[in-house]
Structure formats: C-alpha cells, structure tokens
C-alpha cells in the first residue's frame, strides 16, 4: 500500500470549477493505475474517473465533457479539473491507487456545489 493525499475540495458555486490533486511518494507511481471516486450521503461510492499507466483515462458518463483526468509521474501526482460543476457533484472524493491486485485509499476531500 502507498499513501496517499488528497487536496483541492471546498465549495463553490454552480458552475464553477476545481482541481483535486493527489500525491503519493515512491518510484512505482508510473506504473499505478489512478483513480478518483466520489461518495455523496446516503449513497454508494462510485467511480469518477481512472487513468491507467499509458494515460488511458476513462470516466463515468455523468462526467464527461466537464472532469478532466490527468497525471504527472515526475511530481508523483494525479489530478482531477472539474469544470462546470453541479449540484449533483457533491460529494466526498477519494483518490485511489491500484497495483497488481493491490490498492489504496486516500483520506478523502470534501466538495459541495451550493448556490
């Protein structure tokens, strides 16, 4: 497992934007695939978005076109820009690392989207 730590939540308005980031110590972070998740009250944690090692990235449907992810393996970082955000965006995000069967969580950062 890694550590992980995540930065970046805090409140905004409708139609605003952030940037999350996350960052892990160590020379295996290239080869991790990354990923951000989100759980809002009273639901199940859901998968925002991944970006494998070769810089794939892949997201939820209710995302496309505003969230960008993307990563930075000098800085050992991984990012997410979220674009035109939405009420139904708040949420509570959490990074994730995953490594041949492995995986790690991050503490977790609040956002909420609120007029």
């Known amino acids: 497992q890694v550590q992980l730590v995540e930065s970046g939540g805090g409140l905004v308005q409708p139609g605003e934007s952030l940037r999350l980031s996350c960052a892990t110590s160590?020379?295996?972070?290239?080869?991790?695939?990354m990923g951000w998740y989100r759980q809002a009250p009273g639901k199940q944690r859901e998968l925002v978005a991944v970006?494998?090692?070769?810089?794939?990235?892949t997201y939820v449907d209710s995302v496309k076109g505003r969230f960008t992810i993307s990563r930075d393996n000098a800085q050992n970082t991984v990012y997410l820009q979220m674009n035109s955000l939405k009420p139904e965006d708040t949420a509570v995000y959490y990074c994730?690392?995953?490594?041949?069967?492995?995986?790690?969580w991050g503490q977790g950062t609040q956002v909420t989207v609120s007029s």
């Open positions: 994730n690392a995953y490594l041949l069967g492995r995986e790690s």
């Open positions: 970006i494998s090692n070769t810089n794939n990235a």
């Open positions: 160590g020379s295996i972070f290239k080869f991790m695939r």
